[in-house]
């Protein structure tokens, strides 16, 4: 069965204090690894994927890194408009349940960044 | 562009109610579709999950149930709500090995 753990839970920083958030995750055979952001009362946004070991992806202030065991949303700078919670989730081959082709989600780091 | 719409927004229901969740997409043909549910301190559940026109498959057993009957569009029903039902149910449609792109979500809160 496929497992996602994120962690902190929740994370308080000030407007320019960077830092990174983690996603631990096992799956028989990783096909995909995707980060969201999620608003109060919306659904969640499309942010990165993540195929292999090693890869990165970037977007404004944010960078998506993966390793065969975890992944990381580092933010550099960051802004009270980045404040959200930040999903992570897997997507597994067929025969590592979690369905064809469904994701597994982590229960979210709660995002704050002060002014 | 693609664009995927749900209604209603939110919903208030008595318990042993029915219940019917809409999900349109547009701007894609034959895509997957899927329903989650989000509840207070906890991930997104998968629910349910459809490859075509007619066909479901189920992930969690409940009361719920879904249905396709047109390529772009997925339903959500209950013929009877339980408490347990309330929460944030959640629209996406994808392809295999690609991200899934959520709709905007329905509040449901079950009395």
């Known amino acids: 069965e496929d497992q996602v753990t994120q962690s902190p839970e929740a994370l308080r920083l000030q407007e320019g204090e960077s830092s990174s958030l983690n996603c631990s995750y096992t799956?028989?055979?990783?096909?995909?690894l995707f980060w969201y952001r999620q608003d109060p009362g919306k659904g969640p946004e499309f942010l990165f994927t993540?195929?292999?070991a090693g890869e990165e992806k970037e977007k404004e202030r944010l960078k998506a890194t993966l390793t065969k065991k975890e992944s990381f949303l580092h933010i550099t700078a960051p802004k009270p408009e980045d404040s959200a919670t930040y999903l992570c989730?897997?997507?597994?081959?067929?025969?590592?349940?979690?369905?064809?082709?469904?994701?597994?989600f982590g229960k979210g780091t709660h995002l704050i960044i002060q002014p | 562009s693609q664009t995927i719409h749900q209604w209603p927004a939110t919903l208030v229901q008595p318990v042993g109610s029915p219940l019917s969740l809409e999900c349109t997409v547009e701007?894609?043909?034959?895509?997957?579709l899927y329903w989650y549910r989000q509840a207070a301190g906890r991930g997104l559940q998968l629910l349910f999950y459809?490859?075509?026109?007619?066909?479901i498959s189920s992930e969690v057993p409940q009361n719920l149930s879904a249905s396709r009957p047109q390529d772009r569009q997925f339903i959500l029903s209950s013929k009877k709500l339980l408490l347990s039902d309330s929460g944030f149910y959640l629209c996406?449609?994808?392809?295999?090995?690609?991200?899934?792109?959520f709709g905007p979500g329905t509040r449901l809160l079950v009395l």
């Open positions: 993540l195929y292999s």
């Open positions: 459809s490859v075509g026109i007619g066909q």
């Open positions: 989730a897997v997507q597994g081959w067929p025969d590592g349940g979690g369905g064809a082709d469904g994701l597994t």
């Open positions: 799956v028989s055979g990783l096909r995909g």
């Open positions: 996406a449609w994808g392809r295999q090995g690609m991200p899934q792109y």
């Open positions: 701007g894609t043909s034959n895509p997957n």
